[in-house]
């Protein structure tokens, strides 16, 4: 079989981001909102999508009845880190995603622990998206 058409792009352009983020699966805002009284997600970036605008993209990290204490504390550990990201604290963020990255073992938030330091030493321009990556 063949899928074609928007759909099937934007499934492919969500896969082929995992690498780059160590995620294993991305969604975006509309698909995060049919679901989200049943599964729990994560904001993982703001992203130009290849045929449209940019995107905020997230991660699932599962169904909210079977979702870990070790899991919501990560996604409420990086939800402050990504907070405080955004708002241009890089030295208070990147303490935070180190917390994440070491202590519950999470990729994403190393990326923006390394990403932090980088803004720390290149500030960005004042027109600054708050995303990790400059484009897809």
Known sequence: YTVLGGSAGDAAWLT???PRYGTAL???EPTRLAAHDRLVFREVDRVQAPQGPSE???ELVGFKRKVSEEQRALVE???QALALFRDRQ???AAA???TCAVELKDPLS???RVRCHQLLASPPSPGW????FDST
Request: cysteine-free; aromatic content about 20%.
């Open 16 to 18: 082929s981001l995992n």
């Open 26 to 28: 991305l969604v975006t």
């Open 56 to 58: 905020v993209v997230f």
């Open 77 to 79: 550990a990086y939800e």
């Open 90 to 92: 890089f030295e208070l």
């Open 96 to 98: 935070k995603f180190a």
């Open 110 to 112: 190393e990326r923006y």
């Open 129 to 132: 998206a708050g995303a990790l």
